[in-house]
């Protein structure tokens, strides 16, 4: 294919309003963070524990045995291939599963075992001799909700006789009839007919209420009302549970309205990121055929295992994949056009090293931490929706965080004035010199 005309690259809008320019919401976000982390994420970071009532004194557990779990939800558990409690749950579950229980806000990024905990405490406290529902868990989206009734099936593969529903658009309960489901799992909009219009659920019987993904509940509009005005139909000895990746200002005001009273917070930081043990450079180019000459050039003299290549548009990742599969690299491209299933399966398959070279914009690539990759190219600088340096992205993009402590490469290409000062800006936010290499002699790269 022909090179995008040079407005598609650097132009003057700096990339971020290009009509091309991927968009990924937060649900997107973080149902593909879902699909991809098939494990647990670890952390070196210690937990944090905000408010907790001193008469009872929090433990943690190392084992799920300590716990006394009915002996077919251990069961559940160990079948699902978990051995022990992960970071978040050795506090979190005592906690949960206590008498009297404890309410509980608990923020730690994606992957660290919140669906897990939460699960466990609805099938921990379910009871199936009674037919109708005791625990509501709350999602953001249709599919989220599903995913979160997958986990739930799976741990409770040995309770038989619990039934698990999804309050979501599509499902219907006939009309007049009671909702005979153990546990719900749903959309705000949804369980709101369900319980308030319909009156199929009794809110007052629930006695696990769980809001899952906060922080992505509070950017969809009219999910904050809807979980509150739910939240005020409990009991008051409902046990109450939120849940978030993120931890600002916002997400707490509505944790507080959710869950008032004299909750046990829990916090798990994510790991530092760093430019460390990472080698930067920039190469000069005149246009994009020299910045691809230049990429053609690295990946002919130095010996590259896994890389990522970032570019400001669609259409430059789609132009660039072209070029270097018509090269004979193994390429895979990420890109916004793709459903978030596919997203996934290019992501897996990148990480299982089908392909060594993954193309990806901005935007598609937010979380998705692929640890062996060691070269990461900045086809285009990363710049914020009004063009600014984005230096946040630029250290998530080429950062590691301090335990892989692999060293990496990062290569800048910049090929006009802007895009020289958008680097000279990152180089000072950071510190760290991002040194000129020369487009034709790559070698010098130790
Ligand atoms: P979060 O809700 O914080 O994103 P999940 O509960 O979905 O985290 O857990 C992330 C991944 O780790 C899932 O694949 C899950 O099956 C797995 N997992 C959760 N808890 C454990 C554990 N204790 N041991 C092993 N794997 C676990």
Known sequence: GAAPSRGAVGGAAGGASEESEDKVSKEEESLLRKLIHSKLVSTKADLEILQKDPNSPLYSVKTFEALNLKPE??????????????????TALPALLADPPANMIAQSQSGTGKTAAFVLTMLSRVDPSKNYP???CLAPTY???????EVTKKMAKHMTSVRIGFAVRGERIPHGQKCTDHILIGTPGTVSDWCLKFKSVDLKKIVVFVLDEADV????????????????????????LLFSATYDEDVMKFAQAIVP????????RRDEESLDNIKQY??????????????????ATISIGQSM????????????????????????????DLEITQRAAIINRFRDGKEKVLITTNVTARGIDVTQVTVVVNFDLPVTMEGKPDCETYLHRIGR??????????INMVDSKRSYSTLKAIEQHFRKPIEKLDAEDVEAIE
């Open 217 to 240: 509940m509070i950017a969809t509009q009219g999910h904050q009302d809807q979980s509150v005005r739910i939240k005020r139909m409990l009991s008051p000895s409902c046990q109450l």
């Open 143 to 149: 599919e989220l909700a599903l995913q979160t009734g």
């Open 134 to 136: 005791q625990c509501l």
């Open 282 to 299: 920039y190469i000069e180019c005149n246009d994009i055929d020299e910045k691809y000459q230049a990429v053609s050039n690295l990946y």
């Open 309 to 336: 290549i970032f570019c400001a548009t669609r259409r430059t990742a789609h132009w660039l994949a072209e070029k270097m599969t018509e090269d004979g690299h193994a390429v895979a491209l990420l890109s916004g």
């Open 401 to 410: 965080t301090g335990r892989f402590g692999k060293t990496g490469l990062a």
């Open 73 to 90: 939800l251990l069961r559940g558990v160990y079948d699902m291939g978990f051995n022990a409690p992960s970071k978040i749950q050795e």
């Open 261 to 268: 009273n004299n909750p046990i917070i829990i916090k798990l």
